[in-house]
């Protein structure tokens, strides 16, 4: 089973908004040699949205090329277009991504059973491995519990990115699942200040936002709360939690992409209608990092 931390890495841009696969390279080295089990590519930290089919396409096969097997490569393949998102797993799988992160639906506000539907064609289509990816808030829909049970049936979909931030919604569905004898299926945090609390409750690994600046410290409470350390687990989460905040003072990736700029890992471009961070948001967010140990 897939544990850990999976980190959604961030898509280097120069400051004009072009690609920057050099700085790319870097990123997954460096997250690589800080000890987490996975990357994540264009995901939402990715900036999926300003991404076109082309450059989806280019980054996915970079960072297979790059990682080359020494990490899980988990590519984000959504769309709120059914065939679209066939396309773009179909071409992960070809290049040699190890599994796809499907997202919810956006914007068309489909049924329950219309994302049923959705998931299940995709994963009888493409033998690559699925985890499902629950974020209502910016999809306005909400994968149900009951239909992450159903879909946990369907061959090849292995898991679940949950970034509703519910614990108590989660904890029912922990226990849902093992009643169905699916003892197997990954459950991954994507809402970084429950994340503790979802590994120590029942989920297998998070996929962090925080990790995109803090992996080692990610990496080191995964790995204590997996232990048991409880103790441990929540003296490196205490450090973490004024970035879990500020890193969300605006929409993702904005000011992940500035603090890893401040600290010389990206240049820190994007592209619109994403603008830089505003400027009274800068020293909390430069506090924060201080804390966490990643800014001196």
């Given at each position: 089973?897939?544990?850990?931390?999976?980190?959604?890495?961030?898509?280097?841009?120069?400051?004009?908004?072009?690609?920057?696969?050099?700085?790319?390279?870097?990123?997954?080295?460096?997250?690589?040699?800080?000890?987490?089990?996975?990357?994540?590519?264009?995901?939402?930290?990715?900036?999926?949205?300003?991404?076109?089919?082309?450059?989806?396409?280019?980054?996915?096969?970079?960072?297979?090329?790059?990682?080359?097997?020494?990490?899980?490569?988990?590519?984000?393949?959504?769309?709120?277009?059914?065939?679209?998102?066939?396309?773009?797993?179909?071409?992960?799988?070809?290049?040699?991504?190890?599994?796809?992160?499907?997202?919810?639906?956006?914007?068309?506000?489909?049924?329950?059973?219309?994302?049923?539907?959705?998931?299940?064609?995709?994963?009888?289509?493409?033998?690559?491995?699925?985890?499902?990816?629950?974020?209502?808030?910016?999809?306005?829909?909400?994968?149900?519990?009951?239909?992450?049970?159903?879909?946990?049936?369907?061959?090849?979909?292995?898991?679940?990115?949950?970034?509703?931030?519910?614990?108590?919604?989660?904890?029912?569905?922990?226990?849902?699942?093992?009643?169905?004898?699916?003892?197997?299926?990954?459950?991954?945090s994507g809402d970084d200040i429950t994340s503790?609390?979802?590994?120590?409750?029942?989920?297998?690994?998070?996929?962090?936002?925080?990790?995109?600046?803090?992996?080692?410290?990610?990496?080191?409470?995964?790995?204590?709360?997996?232990?048991?350390?409880?103790?441990?687990?929540?003296?490196v989460n205490n450090t973490l939690l004024p970035?879990?905040?500020?890193?969300?003072?605006?929409?993702?990736?904005?000011?992940?992409?500035?603090?890893?700029?401040?600290?010389?890992?990206?240049?820190?471009?994007?592209?619109?209608?994403?603008?830089?961070?505003?400027?009274?948001?800068?020293?909390?967010?430069?506090?924060?990092?201080?804390?966490?140990?990643?800014?001196?």
């Amino acid at each position: 089973m897939l544990t850990g931390c999976l980190v959604p890495i961030v898509t280097p841009m120069t400051p004009e908004g072009a690609l920057d696969f050099a700085a790319l390279r870097k990123l997954i080295d460096w997250y690589i040699a800080n000890g987490v089990a996975g990357i994540g590519i264009v995901c939402t930290t990715g900036e999926s949205p300003t991404i076109d089919f082309e450059e989806h396409h280019t980054l996915i096969k970079a960072t297979v090329e790059h990682v080359a097997g020494r990490v899980h490569v988990m590519a984000g393949t959504g769309s709120n277009s059914t065939a679209e998102a066939l396309e773009l797993t179909t071409y992960a799988k070809k290049v040699g991504a190890d599994s796809c992160l499907v997202v919810v639906p956006y914007y068309n506000k489909p049924t329950q059973e219309g994302l049923y539907r959705h998931f299940r064609t995709i994963a009888e289509r493409v033998d690559l491995p699925m985890m499902l990816y629950n974020v209502p808030s910016r999809t306005v829909a909400d994968l149900a519990n009951e239909t992450v049970l159903r879909l946990a049936q369907v061959p090849g979909i292995f898991g679940l990115k949950d970034a509703t931030g519910d614990i108590g919604r989660a904890t029912e569905l922990f226990k849902a699942m093992g009643e169905v004898g699916k003892k197997d299926f990954a459950f991954f945090s994507g809402d970084d200040i429950t994340s503790l609390a979802y590994l120590l409750l029942g989920g297998n690994g998070v996929m962090s936002v925080t990790s995109c600046v803090a992996p080692q410290q990610i990496v080191a409470m995964c790995r204590a709360a997996a232990g048991g350390d409880i103790a441990q687990a929540r003296a490196v989460n205490n450090t973490l939690l004024p970035l879990h905040r500020k890193l969300f003072v605006e929409g993702n990736p904005v000011p992940v992409k500035w603090a890893m700029a401040q600290m010389g890992l990206i240049s820190g471009g994007l592209r619109l209608p994403l603008a830089p961070l505003s400027e009274p948001f800068h020293e909390s967010l430069r506090q924060a990092l201080r804390a966490a140990g990643c800014l001196a």
